[in-house]
C-alpha cells in the first residue's frame, strides 16, 4: 500500500532552498518515491490552513517513506531544508485498492 509524505514548507532562505531543491530529488528517487504535489497553487475551501509551499511524495510503503526520510542520502539534504525553511511533515498511508 503506498504512503505519502506531505509536507508544508514555509522557505525562509530562497537562495539556500534552491539548493536543497537540487539535492532531494535524486534521493527521492533513488527511495522508489516520485512527487505528487510540488508547490502548486492551493486554495483553502475550508479552515484556517493557510498552507505556503505544499509537498507530496508518494513511495511504495510506509516503510519506505521513513527509510527515504532517514536515509544518510537524504540527511545532508533535510538538514539544509531545515536551515532554510519551517516545515511541518507527516506520513500518512494510502487507502488500499484505490
Do not use: C, H, K
Not at 11 to 24: E, I, S
Not at 28 to 40: E, H, K, N, P, T
Not at 73 to 93: F, G, H, K, N, P
Amino acid at each position: 500500500m503506498s504512503a505519502f509524505l506531505i509536507a508544508n514548507i514555509d522557505v525562509t532562505d530562497p537562495d539556500g532552498f534552491a539548493v536543497y531543491r537540487t539535492l532531494v530529488a535524486p534521493t527521492i528517487a533513488a527511495a522508489g518515491g516520485r512527487y505528487r504535489v510540488r508547490g502548486g497553487e492551493t486554495r483553502v475551501l475550508e479552515g484556517d490552513w493557510r498552507p505556503s509551499r505544499l509537498v507530496v511524495l508518494e513511495f511504495p510503503t510506509m516503510p519506505d517513506a521513513l527509510a527515504w526520510y532517514e536515509s544518510d542520502a537524504y540527511s545532508e539534504a533535510r538538514a539544509l531544508r531545515q536551515r532554510t525553511a519551517r516545515s511541518d511533515v507527516v506520513i500518512v498511508d494510502g487507502v488500499p485498492g484505490a
